[in-house]
């Protein structure tokens, strides 16, 4: 393989940032659409929030790198975050806010996070409680930390306060990872590290495939918490220095400036729809297909460039972009060049004699063997023409952006309600909705909460009577 084995750049994402805010400190770097409001922050004042959190991480006197959990919304304080950890010389392992005290704490485990950051700015969900209760569970968890008022016991409240003396970046070792993600396999979770080069890799084919330009405008509906969010977004607005537009729900409108060119990245069945709430032209749209190649049409989109991003769970993601606006573009067998043909290879495909879907690159995450083949767990199908198409694990689930273990999810829903009975059905919106049937739905749905299941789990509880009358 010629191009993903030599894509090896010493770069650290903080040091791209930084370059980014002394080019245009004044310039805006993050557009937030919260549940709290609109908030807009320019390159010079982020860089002194991300100082402000970096220095209060030094003062928890890690002697070697840690890992560092982060439960945040899609906004500022979820890139705040990201950047501080780094910056500080540890590694951020970001997780879904849908996630309950049950996923959480096994994150948590899982990962050895010394740390973990939250926030009480997030609608009306408890994140610092639910932090409170997790942290008290896991033993190496020594300083969970908020945003916010009105924190806690046992919360260290995190300050914003720019007076703080500027602190200098740690020197991360090449090997260093600096972000780690989490996939779901079929019994539980696994944790996908990646060092700087690596996650450059992974951003390189969405930047290119989209054809972002320096100062351009990311409006991101993926927030940085995996794989296809990070690469899709996070790592081109770090490479090109604009805006970035983060939304912690689906969007209701843009506040990008006139004249910029705007690029979209959404998950893949719901992407016409934020792209008409955005209404302007698009330089590009992007949709993320986390659970193999979703039925998509985007010949409404008044877009320059239609992409498709496919994220095989953690392992491995590329984009590629539309020839047809209504039919999701083939994976080719063998190198995959990041935006163009000619352009430089971060991952090569390969079937194996059952079709699942085989990688290796420089995008893989640490825990892969250089050079090596890699599983995802991926299956897949030619189509005319050359080519195949990602096909979910049969273990494996996505339901509404979230991606859960089939065995793992069955045995905890049976364990939190024992005469439940659990099917699963397709949604045209969700991807895939599970279906659980109880003769006590309230005592059913209460159940699976206190179990710390996530809601979108928990209420799909109906009565057992209903589904008998349904069919």
């Known amino acids: 393989m010629s191009g993903a084995g030599t894509f090896a750049p010493q770069i650290t994402l903080d040091a791209l940032f930084q370059r980014n805010a002394q080019a245009g400190p004044e310039a805006t770097a993050i557009t937030e659409h919260g549940s709290v409001g609109l908030r807009e922050l320019s390159y010079a004042a982020l860089n002194d929030d991300v100082n402000a959190v970096a220095a209060q991480i030094e003062g928890f006197k890690f002697d070697t790198p840690r890992n560092i959990a982060l439960l945040l919304p899609n906004g500022a304080e979820l890139a705040i975050a990201l950047l501080a950890v780094m910056r500080a010389g540890h590694c951020a392992v970001p997780m879904p806010v849908a996630w309950r005290k049950s996923d959480l704490v096994r994150a948590l485990r899982t990962c050895e996070a010394a740390a973990l950051i939250t926030t009480a700015n997030f609608a009306h969900e408890a994140l610092p409680a639910l932090?409170?209760?997790?942290?008290?569970?896991?033993?190496?968890?020594?300083?969970?930390?908020?945003?916010?008022?009105?924190?806690?016991?046992?919360?260290?409240?995190l300050s914003l306060d720019r007076t703080k003396q500027e602190i200098k970046a740690v020197a991360l070792a090449p090997e260093q990872s600096t972000i780690a993600t989490f996939g779901a396999n079929a019994n539980g979770v696994d944790l996908f590290p990646r060092t700087n080069a690596q996650w450059l890799a992974a951003g390189l084919s969405p930047l290119l495939a989209a054809d972002i330009r320096q100062g351009d405008t990311i409006v991101s509906a993926v927030p940085p918490a995996s794989l296809a969010g990070v690469a899709g977004a996070f790592i081109p607005w770090l490479l090109t220095g604009g805006t970035l537009e983060l939304h912690a729900d689906m969007p209701r409108e843009a506040m990008f400036a006139e004249g910029k060119r705007v690029h979209l990245l959404a998950p893949a069945r719901l992407l016409p729809a934020v792209a008409r709430v955005l209404g302007a032209p698009l330089a590009s749209s992007t949709g993320v297909h986390t659970g193999g190649t979703a039925d998509t049409d985007?010949?409404?989109?008044?877009?320059?460039?239609?992409?498709?991003?496919?994220?095989?769970?953690?392992?491995?993601?590329?984009?590629?972009?539309?020839?047809?606006?209504?039919?999701?573009?083939?994976?080719?067998?063998?190198e995959v060049p990041a935006g163009a043909t000619g352009g430089p290879v971060t991952v090569e495909t390969s079937r194996s004699s059952d079709g699942e879907i085989l990688v290796r690159g420089a995008l893989l995450a640490t825990s892969a063997k250089a050079g090596?083949?890699?599983?995802t767990g991926f299956s897949s199908y030619a189509v005319d023409g050359g080519g195949f198409l990602p096909v979910a694990p049969p273990g494996l689930l996505s339901i509404g952006g979230l991606q859960f273990g089939a065995n793992d999810l069955e045995r905890r829903i049976l364990k939190a309600v024992p005469d439940a009975k659990v099917a699963q059905t397709a949604d045209p919106l969700l991807g895939t909705r599970i279906v659980i049937w109880s003769a006590q739905p309230d005592h059913a749905v209460d159940a699976l909460l206190e179990a710390g299941l996530p809601r979108i789990i928990a209420h799909s509880v109906i009565m057992a009577e209903q589904a008998r009358k349904a069919g």
């Open 131 to 157: 932090a409170a209760s997790a942290a008290s569970e896991v033993f190496e968890l020594s300083f969970p930390c908020a945003f916010g008022d009105g924190l806690p016991d046992g919360i260290i409240p």
């Open 298 to 334: 985007f010949s409404a989109i008044n877009s320059e460039r239609l992409c498709d991003l496919y994220a095989l769970g953690e392992h491995a993601a590329f984009a590629l972009r539309r020839t047809l606006p209504s039919q999701s573009p083939a994976v080719p067998a063998g």
């Open 372 to 375: 090596e083949l890699a599983q």
